[in-house]
Nanobody
Framework: DVQLQASGGGLVQAGGSLRLSCTTSAFTFNDYVVGWFRQAPGKEREGVSYIDNRDGATWYVDSVKGRFTISSDSAENTVYLQMSTLKPEDTAVYYC??????????????????WGRGTQVTVSS
């Protein structure tokens, strides 16, 4: 079975950094897109970033551009999300997901077939 495991969350002060990891197994890593999503209490799950391992393309939601960096290590079957200059509004449960949808739909949760359990990120002011 395809499995994804997100880790690296924690409590950090505003302005700090965290690196999230999404370790995957049981699928051909370079055939999939891996995305990061987050869900804050009372809010819908939103796309944060994705990396398309098929062609290396990346995308970021406007609110994290310049602060977050997504990267992929095919040897380790792991995708990373380096988060810097964190803000209290970044507080959420972060999920990673994998899918093979077309590029125009990759910001949508419905485009991802496989999901890992979330990791909590809390940014204090």
């Amino acid at each position: 079975d395809v499995q994804l495991q997100a880790s690296g969350g924690g409590l950090v002060q505003a302005g700090g950094s965290l690196r999230l990891s999404c370790t995957t197994s049981a699928f051909t890593f370079n055939d999939y897109v891996v995305g990061w999503f987050r869900q804050a209490p009372g809010k819908e799950r939103e796309g944060v970033s994705y990396i398309d391992n098929r062609d290396g393309a990346t995308w970021y939601v406007d609110s994290v551009k310049g602060r977050f960096t997504i990267s992929s290590d095919s040897a380790e079957n792991t995708v990373y999300l380096q988060m810097s200059t964190l803000k209290p509004e970044d507080t959420a449960v972060y999920y990673c997901a994998a899918g093979q949808a077309i590029t125009s739909t990759l910001r949508l949760t419905s485009s991802y077939a496989y999901w890992g359990r979330g990791t909590q990120v809390t940014v204090s002011s």
